[in-house]
């Protein structure tokens, strides 16, 4: 059987959808499915590297932080994802990443060709832009765009229960399966040597919904040159992140760079004695998992997490750190505490043990290879 999977993120792209993405191709692969990607041209510093399945990239629009983000730079990866879906070699399912415009051309390409789709809802990008004060015609194109996309896919699959519930409300005839977050543990292996250099790390992506200037806010209220950080990542709030910093004067201290590696942002959370992530409740994004939290797990880093439920009781139930509400006080008041004593290693032991029972991205993958051949019937 061969199986396409369209995205406009893939390897080397550091992401929680490649991530993903590519466990769900070795998944894929394993069993003797024959997988290709269809995908973006990576930016220019980061170099590609030979993969184990057939990738054709096509060269797009981006915005000034180099993400593929915003309707220009999405529709020039859909129109032309569209357009080699409808006169390339025909496959006998796709696997389509969002946003919900890829979603909707690709799907549409897809019922042409009367080839079968699975959609792989990460989150809802409708309820996103319902938040983030878009134009209410806005959200109703979105809205349209990811409920016909999910209506028409012969399965759907989530990353939690909670995306599934919003999936089953926007399209009730959905086939939804819940495969969870995985990370790869062998990517993110674990240290709990006591080795740390660094005290405190926040790496991913910093969007509206993250809120991730409350960190700033929270480190501006310690005594300054006490806390040595590095922020890392990209998102429309990373610009906005480092003027707050240089707004104030920590920039000595704190390092705000962007995206890396994944292979660097591992070692980078592996060598910290704990991370931060966050997200700003009431965007919209109240029942997600920020993936950078189970990177941090995956290499027995400890989390400070500033946001809502369900994430909030999940640190907190589980033992995977500290665990507060959105508030750069309330942050601050646990940064100090994570960081009052000596590196806890037994604290870390437990932190990768939770994630290597848990957060594995094999199992991931797997439940993901089991959904999309029932969905779409093996050949």
């Known amino acids: 059987m061969r199986v396409r999977v369209v995205s406009r993120i893939f390897h080397p792209e550091p992401s929680a959808a490649t991530q993903r993405l590519l466990t769900l191709v070795q998944a894929l692969s394993s069993d003797g499915t024959e997988v290709s990607v269809l995908t973006a041209r990576p930016p220019r510093h980061l170099p590609v590297t030979p993969t184990d399945v057939a990738v054709q990239r096509v060269r797009v629009l981006r915005d000034a932080s180099g993400y593929v983000r915003g309707y220009l730079p999405y529709m020039s990866f859909d129109l032309q994802a569209m357009l080699r879906v409808l006169f390339s070699r025909r496959v006998d399912a796709l696997v389509i ?50 409920a016909h996309a999910l209506k028409h896919a012969s399965g759907v699959l989530a990353v939690t229960d909670a ?17 969870g977050h995985g990370v790869d543990l062998e990517l993110y292996g674990s240290r709990i040597d006591g080795s740390a250099d660094i005290d405190l790390v926040y790496v991913g992506t910093m969007s509206e919904w993250h809120g991730a200037e409350v960190l700033v806010a929270a480190l501006a209220r310690l005594e300054k040159g006490s806390v040595r950080a590095a922020i890392i990542g990209q ?22 760079l962007r995206t890396v590696a994944a292979t660097e942002a591992a070692e980078w ?61 309330a942050l601050a008041n646990a940064i100090a505490a994570a960081l009052g004593g000596t590196e806890d290693l037994q604290l870390r032991a437990h ?5 290597e029972t848990n957060v594995s991205a094999a199992s991931v993958g797997e439940r993901s290879r089991v959904a999309i051949h029932r969905a779409i019937g093996d050949r």
């Open 163 to 179: 995306v599934a519930a919003r999936v089953r409300d926007l399209a009730p005839s959905s086939d939804v399966s819940v495969v």
């Open 235 to 256: 998102g429309s709030q990373w610009e906005r992140v480092k003027e707050a910093v240089e707004r104030e004067g920590l920039q000595e201290h704190v390092r705000v």
């Open 269 to 329: 959370l592996r060598r910290a004695r704990v991370s931060v992530a966050t997200l700003r409740p009431g965007a919209g994004y109240d029942f997600a998992v920020p993936t950078k939290l189970y990177s941090s797990v995956a290499v027995g880093t400890p989390v400070i997490y500033a946001g809502p439920d369900p994430v909030h009781a999940l640190v907190s139930d589980q033992g995977l750190g500290w665990s507060v509400a959105h508030d750069a006080e």
């Open 351 to 355: 932190v990768a043990s939770w994630a």
């Open 97 to 146: 990443e969002p946003p919900p415009t890829t979603g909707l051309l690709v799907g549409l390409a897809a019922r042409i060709r009367r080839i079968r789709y699975v959609y792989y809802a990460a989150d809802i990008w409708s309820d996103a832009s319902a938040q983030t004060g878009a134009h209410a015609m806005v959200v109703r194109a979105v809205r349209w765009m990811e």
